[in-house]
């Protein structure tokens, strides 16, 4: 009954309710604080910007739009925090995508038997499997020599971009292509590539603005969201990882296997990561449909505020990419005002920052709550000799 | 902003001048109703304490009590929300240890703060370095004089010139001592000196705290040993829950009213009952060796049974292998010879021997190795995660925590509340993440779980460490009926009266080597001391 008691006292306690929203509501406040002094030391009026960067961003063709770009985002958040949660930092998503996307476009317009559902599901696994493999080398140099992730993974991300050239250059590139000055691949057969979810959306009642459309890649997102969720909190190799993440030695005794753990959970976040090229190159309407020089690049490094902003679980990632993507698609509202782009950096990075510190201000709060909670449970009467 | 009134800082080469302050009625120390608190707890509470110049004051009182947090607020290391310090009958208010130390009051602390690699004497200097006045060179000649000079004064016989890595744990305390009279203390504070020191080295220091307070010198020493504590004390002040009990004179005083006063209640005693020992082995290791990069041998040539009903108990001054011996039969290190064998038949069930050698830890655990770490923070537990989390620790692939590859939430909540109740761990609940919880709550929710996965041996490395005297007959309690059940146990332990209460036989390390096998009833601290020190390997 004490117990019980304490419990329904704790957590219907007001003040833990109103931290649990203090955290995001303090962040996102100091970053519009921010964004404010920018814009105004660029002397333009702030409310004013605001109010357009919004009423731009909510128009139907933009919210598609930040749909899109968030789907990258989000899974490239999710590959990093795979690692963090593991108490690793893999850098490298920025090399593992590029390579993969790469290998994935090549192989992929190599497949013409497939049908179409199977054809898409063979790039995917391609792509995934090359991130892995790009990845897993840095798991294996950690486990065999010691070298931290964190460095190897950021020179495999040069390396990956050189190989990418090298390869584009010498195999990979369609010799029959017109324009061959950006290297393009062979373009994958449209059996490879991934339908729109526009008519799907108006089936249930939902209009996408004429010239939108909503990547059908969003399925592979919320595949990718469930999973990392089910894998971590339901599993009992989600449990090892997470272990590790908080207390290597405490894991190691519990029976993890650290060495088999840090090249699993590179080889799947490199797995994870392989797949964030996949949205630019698979759509069916805004997609390339095979790779070249002009592919886009960072949305790895990205990914790693998203997943820091995202606290590292499924659901804060899908919100981060969603504000990522929405502020980097406020550019064009931005210079409409003839406000600099860039702001729209700047507020993403000041959110970062001011969500991390205001998590850790909660942390400490909520720690001390816990502690006192804990302490108040009463000292019970003295131990008597137990009888035998 | 720094106290003005402080006074010349009292030179610690100078001798202790007899000018009557320390003879004259005036308290070396007094506290006045001294009340500290913390979120939620009320860590001391109105707390009067008068410390007379020139006695050795010994304060007792189990773990929390409050020993600690006194202390660190008469040493300048935290404020107190009420009350007074007067240090010489003068009100002060110390902001920092800097502070307390000007005021001529030093702290020699349990785990010494040494450099390794330097001399005695550059370790004395560092952070109170003395320099030529105009120049500021180091004035390393006059640091030596005055050093030999306290050294001599107080009969502490330490040599400037060894380097720190070199000495024994009764030398380090003593540089730790000398460290602090080098800074002009006047009145030293000693916590749980004796807890490092094997009994001869306990002696050593008994005589130099009487020559300290032969000289003049104060000292206020803290400890839960009572013995100790009416061997060496003038005064005794006892503590409990936040407060002090009683001040009383060794000499009307015995142990068991003391403990009585600490405890509130009947001292516990680690007495194991009638011997439960079977003929069944239950692990067995054979010529195991480990060696470090060195090539040193931290395991060498160590065999040793563990039988079912059986508790072996490990003696030993800490870090001769004992630590080893534990993470090689877990499967945390890997002997470069030998065998393990284990005997993987369910508790009352027969035998079935096998050889384990090349297991890895978490086949060793589903096989029946439940395992009580030495350092339960770094070993034993995911601190900033639920309680249920910790639950599953070490058993996550097992029910009541696991079905098939996934978890079982429900199920290893569940089995947390059982563990919560039948161990008496005092928590709000299994969402309560394991920092919140006191160390014997703590280490309470380790021997639940260890003990809740049909275990048939039981590792305790240190089971009681750091916790207070009720949890710790709790533990040892478990420790009996986990023997009582058939169990075989592997008991490492710092703390003699529980290693000689509880094992029915006991093994003493020394340098990577089991040197002795003795009978616990037949022996005596003293005895197994010198067995520790090698005095009769």
């Known amino acids: ?388 | 902003m720094s106290d003005e009134d402080a006074g010349p800082l009292p030179s610690g080469a100078e001798k202790s001048a007899p000018d009557g302050s320390g003879l004259s009625d005036t308290p070396a120390v007094e506290l006045r109703g001294i009340t500290k608190r913390f979120p939620g707890v009320v860590a001391n509470r109105d707390v009067s304490l008068t410390i007379k110049a020139g006695e050795v004051h010994a304060i007792v009182g189990e773990n929390g009590a409050g020993k600690s947090t006194l202390m660190k607020t008469l040493y300048g290391m935290q404020r107190p929300d009420e009350g007074e310090v007067l240090v010489g009958g003068t009100v002060r208010h110390f902001r920092s240890p800097g502070d307390a130390i000007a005021a001529g009051i030093g702290m020699v602390h349990q785990h010494f703060m040494l450099a390794d690699n330097l001399t005695v004497l550059e370790n004395v200097v560092l952070g109170a370095e003395p320099t030529h006045g105009r120049t500021g060179q180091l004035d390393m000649r006059g640091a030596r004089k005055a050093i030999a000079k306290i050294s001599d004064a107080y009969g502490l016989g330490v040599k400037p010139d060894r380097l720190v890595e070199e000495l024994g744990v009764g030398d380090r305390q003593r540089v730790e001592i000398l460290k602090v009279l080098f800074r002009g203390a006047r009145v030293l504070i000693l916590d749980e000196p004796t807890a490092v020191l094997v009994p001869q080295e306990v002696n050593e220091l008994f005589k130099n705290l009487a020559e300290l307070r032969r000289e003049g010198l104060t000292v206020v020493f803290i400890s839960h040993k009572l013995d100790e504590v009416l061997a060496v004390a003038d005064a005794i002040t006892v503590m409990r829950a936040g407060t002090t009990v009683a001040t009383v004179l060794p000499a009307d005083v015995t142990a068991r009213d003391l403990a009585v006063l600490m405890v509130g209640s009947e001292l516990p005693t680690p007495q194991t009952r009638e011997s439960t020992v079977t003929d069944t082995v239950q692990l067995a290791g054979e010529g195991l060796v480990l060696t470090d990069l060195d090539g040193r041998r931290l395991l060498d040539d160590v065999s040793l049974r563990v039988h079912r009903g059986e508790i072996v108990g490990i003696a030993g001054v800490e870090g001769n292998g004992q630590a080893e011996l534990v993470e090689a039969i877990i499967g945390l290190r890997r002997p470069e010879q030998g065998t393990l064998t284990f005997n993987v038949a369910a508790v009352g069930a027969g035998s079935e021997l096998v050889d384990i050698t090349e297991w890895d830890t978490r086949r060793r655990r589903e096989s029946g190795m439940a395992y009580i770490p030495e350092d339960r923070h770094r070993q034993g537990l995911l601190l900033s995660a639920s309680l249920w989390e910790n639950r599953m620790l070490g058993h996550q692939t097992v029910a009541p925590n696991a079905r098939g590859p996934f978890l079982d939430l429900a199920g290893a909540r569940r089995d947390t509340v059982r563990i919560l109740a039948e161990y008496d761990v005092r928590a709000p609940g299994p969402d309560t993440p394991a920092f919140a919880l006191s160390g014997g709550n703590q280490q309470k929710l380790i021997v639940g779980r260890e003990m809740s996965s049909t275990p048939s041996l039981l590792i305790a490395s240190h089971p009681t460490r750091g916790i207070d005297v009720g949890a710790q007959a709790a533990i040892w309690e478990q420790v009996r009926q986990a023997r009582a059940a058939g169990l075989g146990v592997l008991l490492v332990s710092a703390d003699l009266e529980e290693l000689l209460g509880l094992s029915d036989t006991l093994l003493v390390m020394l340098r990577g080597k089991l040197v002795a096998k003795l009978d616990p009833a037949t022996l005596n601290p003293e005895e197994l001391g010198s067995h520790m020190m090698g005095a009769r390997a």
């Open chain 1, 1 to 388: 009954m004490r117990v019980l008691r304490a419990w329904l006292r704790e957590a219907l306690n007001p003040r833990r309710l109103l931290l649990s929203v203090a955290a995001p509501v303090l962040a996102l406040l100091v970053a519009l604080l921010v964004a404010f002094l920018a814009i105004r030391l660029n002397g333009n009026e702030p409310f004013g910007v605001f109010s357009d960067v919004f009423k731009a961003g909510i128009k139907g063709g933009q919210i598609v739009r930040t749909v899109d770009l968030a789907v990258p985002y989000f899974l490239s958040g999710i590959a990093v925090a795979l690692t963090f949660r593991m108490g690793m930092f893999n850098i490298g998503v920025e090399g593992q995508y590029r390579l993969a996307a790469l290998i994935a476009a090549y192989v992929g317009a190599q497949v013409t038997f497939l049908p179409a559902p199977l054809h898409v599901l063979f790039i995917v696994l391609i792509a995934a499997a090359a991130g892995a493999a790009w990845s897993g080398i840095a798991g294996v140099l950690k486990v065999y020599r010691g070298v931290s992730e964190v460095i190897s993974t950021i020179m495999l991300n040069l390396i990956a971009g050189l190989l990418i050239a090298y390869l584009l250059a010498t195999y990979f590139r369609d010799a029959g292509a017109k324009t061959s000055s950006s290297l393009p691949t062979k373009p994958i057969p449209k059996s490879g590539l991934v339908p729109s979810l526009n008519h799907l959306l108006k089936d249930i009642g939902i209009e996408v603005p004429v010239g939108y459309s909503v990547t059908g890649l969003v399925v592979l997102a919320i595949l990718v969201g469930v999973g990392f969720w089910v894998l971590l909190s339901r599993t009992r190799f989600g449990f090892d990882l997470r272990a590790s993440g908080l207390n290597p030695f405490a894991a190691r005794a519990s029976g993890v296997n650290s060495d088999a753990m840090i090249v699993k959970t590179m080889l799947l976040s490199g797995a994870v990561a392989g797949l964030v090229g996949l949205p630019y190159l698979l759509d069916i309407v805004n997609g390339s449909g095979n790779y070249d020089l002009g592919f886009p690049q960072q949305y790895g490094f990205t990914g790693i505020g998203v997943a820091l902003l995202g606290r590292n679980r499924a659901s804060g990632i899908a919100l981060a990419s969603v504000l990522f993507a929405f502020l980097e698609n406020a550019s064009p509202a931005l210079q409409a005002d003839e406000v600099p782009p860039e702001i729209a950096t700047i507020m993403e990075g000041t959110t970062v920052l001011s969500v991390v510190i205001a998590y850790e201000v909660v942390r400490r709060i909520r720690a001390r709550q816990q502690q006192s909670a804990a302490a108040m449970i009463p000292v019970a009467e003295p131990v008597k000799e137990p009888a035998s």
